[in-house]
């Protein structure tokens, strides 16, 4: 190669790494150079690069200053980068076993990926998924690298005009001359404007999951597309292990369990999204109600009850009506006002803050209340208990003063680890949205100092306290820097649970003051928490983390009593008195059904214990104890088994 007057020639530029590394590179390099240059094992993992904050291609030249990330898949933008060229890989596999195949949009998803397309007359199936996964794999293995090319508008329509593609023709209609790029791997060429991993080698493992409607745009009035559903990893472990999730998670679906353990319903004259919580749903409410007062009153909160309706004048003071409008239930009219169902409960809350007169000694001013809200979710967004229209809130709020902030926030921080803990909640990562300072006045309210100093703290927090946390630019509420709590349930189902939010605006809006220590008003600052989400959330996470066998504080039903045979009826008496005299929730079972048929029945409810008794036990004055889980623990004391097991339930233990 002769390529050494060319180099010198060259520009150079200034690339600046994560670690705030600054190296210089000739222009025209690539993220990949840049790995090369570092080590050859990583560039063999570099999908893509986030430069100057925007994903590109991995083999994407560079020609001016830049702060580079390199992207793996350990990064989220990495992933989405694999599964959208996945897309690709896949709509390659379609085209080559489905000539005259048109294709709208291929994205990246929450785990995954998925392309639409217009296969004519022809009806996909289940073995077709087996075939086209088959290609894919063939097509990956060539290793064909994912080649950009700058495009102008009339040569790119006239391709497409050609193909007959008129979903593509659709999309470049949008699309502005200049901005326009092809993308092409093996024999497939797509419009795109990428990025995509350096070539198909890196998918090693490939699942096409499942076969849909989507009509074209999600208007019901346009035609209905395919749309394929599918899954790839980098190694074939991965993949095995995903495989596996999936399967069990299946078996633990909440609506499937919350069905079978008579947790809740729902009923078509009551409304969609309208939990009915049954008798042993309502239980596990109240212990976690319970464990919720106990915590606050220790905390020093205070708790509140509001209505579930309110004035349309306090909703256009908060800010909800009109930005929120579509998200609430439509009012009611009376006496010529309008009243609307309230989708949150902070608009109270403040009002109570509001009541009394406060001066610095009232402050932190912390209130409480399990609040039902309203809201009103489209009717395809309604899934089980995860996506409702009515949902009871773990909800507080902390009227706080600036030097209060970062003490009143490390508590809540810690609330939060406080439950995880109960609930063997191992795996959670704190999202922190912070907010852009180009958008202060538009997207964020104007006070530049506070949302520097607030975020300052809150991150103080989560690093002294050493919490899991990811930072996110410009995802932010509109009034204050915001923390997504996001859980993994014992098999690795990841699940949004709740939010902490930081606010400097509803104090304002509400015209909230306090009496500071020279004698002037000042706004409060308030702290939004919600640690245990809702209780259709909440429980619904439940169901799936413990599949349905609950630990023995919060099962609705703790132990089951299943005598041998009639003749022990009064003894299995004397002990459910017992138990109901130690606040225990206990049933005989008497059936008059074979002993082995009672246990396996009592396995399938998921009570945590049973008490099986017969002639010696009731000698004896002692019972045969079996936990769910673990087995036959042999004969046990009553006494001793009562004592033992309201330990267990006062202490909240796993078991
Ligand atoms: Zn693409
Ligand atoms: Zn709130």
């Not at 702060?67 to 980068?81: F, I, N, P, Q, R």
């Not at 060229?85 to 379609?94: D, F, K």
């Not at 009509?215 to 991965?238: M, S």
């Not at 299943?562 to 109901?580: E, G, H, R």
Request: net charge negative.
């Amino acid at each position: 190669m002769c390529t050494g007057t060319a180099v010198a020639n060259k520009d150079m530029i200034k690339i600046t790494l994560p670690d705030g590394a600054v190296r210089e590179y000739e222009a025209g390099t690539s993220a990949l150079d840049v790995a090369k240059s570092i080590s050859e094992g990583l560039a063999r993992k570099v999908l893509a690069a986030s430069i100057n904050g925007e994903v590109w291609d991995a083999t994407r030249p560079v020609n001016q200053d830049a702060s580079l990330k390199l992207l793996t898949w350990d990064d989220t933008e990495g992933k989405a980068t694999f599964w959208h060229s996945s897309a690709h890989l896949m709509a390659e596999a379609v085209e080559a076993s489905f000539p005259g195949v048109k294709f709208w949009v291929g994205p990246a998803i929450d785990k995954g990926f998925y392309y639409d397309m217009d296969l004519g007359d022809r009806k996909i199936s289940e073995e077709d998924l087996a075939l086209l996964e088959k290609k894919m794999n063939e097509l990956a293995k060539q290793s064909n690298p994912y080649v950009r090319k700058a495009v102008p508008k009339a040569e790119a329509i006239s391709y497409f005009s050609e193909k007959g593609d008129e979903y593509k023709l659709d999309l470049l209609a949008g699309l502005t001359d200049g901005e326009i790029s092809f993308y092409t791997q093996g024999a497939f060429t797509d419009l795109c404007r990428g990025p995509h991993i350096p070539h198909t080698g890196f998918i090693k493992a490939i699942k096409l999951t499942s076969i849909a409607g989507a009509y074209w745009k999600g208007d019901e009035k346009n035609k209905q597309l395919t749309r394929i559903y599918g899954v790839t990893f980098p190694n074939q472990k991965e993949l095995d292990e995903y495989v596996l999730m999936l399967e069990e998670a299946k078996k633990r679906d909440h609506r499937k369990l919350g069905k079978e353990l008579g947790i809740y319903t729902m009923d078509d004259n009551v409304g969609s999204g309208l939990v009915l919580w049954m008798p042993n749903g309502t239980v596990i409410i109240e212990e976690l109600e319970k464990l919720a007062k106990e915590t606050e009153n220790a905390a020093g909160y205070k708790r509140v009850v509001t209505p579930h309706i309110a004035k349309e004048s306090m909703y256009l003071t908060s800010g909800h009506l009109p930005y929120y409008a579509d998200s609430m239930f439509p009012p009611m009219e009376m006496d010529g006002e309008k009243y609307y169902l309230k989708p949150m409960n902070c608009p109270h809350h403040h009002k109570i803050f509001d009541a009394e007169q406060k001066s610095y000694k009232d402050l932190p001013y912390r209130i409480a209340e399990y609040g039902t809200c309203y809201r009103y979710e489209q009717s395809g967004e309604l899934f089980g208990l995860m996506r409702v229209r009515c949902l009871h809130m773990n909800d507080a709020h902390i009227y706080c003063s600036k030097e209060q902030f970062a003490q009143e926030f490390r508590a809540v921080n810690e609330m939060y680890i406080k439950y995880f803990k109960i609930f063997g909640v191992d795996k959670y990562v704190m999202r922190l949205s912070l907010h852009d300072p180009e958008k202060l006045g538009q997207k964020y309210v104007n006070e530049p100092e506070l949302w520097k100093e607030t975020e300052e703290m809150v991150r103080k927090v989560l690093i002294e306290s050493n919490t899991p946390f990811v930072e996110v630019q410009n995802e932010a509420a509109f009034y204050g820097p915001k923390i997504d709590v996001q859980i993994w349930s014992a098999i690795g189902k990841e699940f949004t649970l709740a939010t902490n939010q930081v606010d400097f605006a509803q104090g304002q809006s509400f015209k909230l003051s306090f009496t500071n220590k020279d004698n002037q008003p000042e706004v409060p600052l308030i702290i939004h928490r919600a640690p245990l989400g809702t209780h259709e959330r909440f429980i619904g996470f439940l169901l799936e983390h413990y599949a349905g066998k609950f630990p023995a504080w919060l099962a609705p039903l703790q132990v089951k009593i299943l005598p041998i045979s009639d003749k022990f009826m009064d003894y299995a008496n004397t002990i459910l008195q017992t138990l109901k005299n130690a606040d225990i929730r206990a049933e005989i079972d008497d059936r008059n059904e074979k002993i082995g048929k009672k246990i396996r029945d009592t396995e399938l409810a998921r009570v945590p214990y049973m008490l099986v008794v017969g002639e010696k036990e009731m000698n004896e004055g002692k019972a045969s104890v079996r936990r769910q889980g673990k087995g036959d623990l042999g004969a046990k004391d009553l006494n001793e088994f009562v004592s033992e097991l309201v330990a267990e339930i006062k202490q909240r233990r796993a078991e």
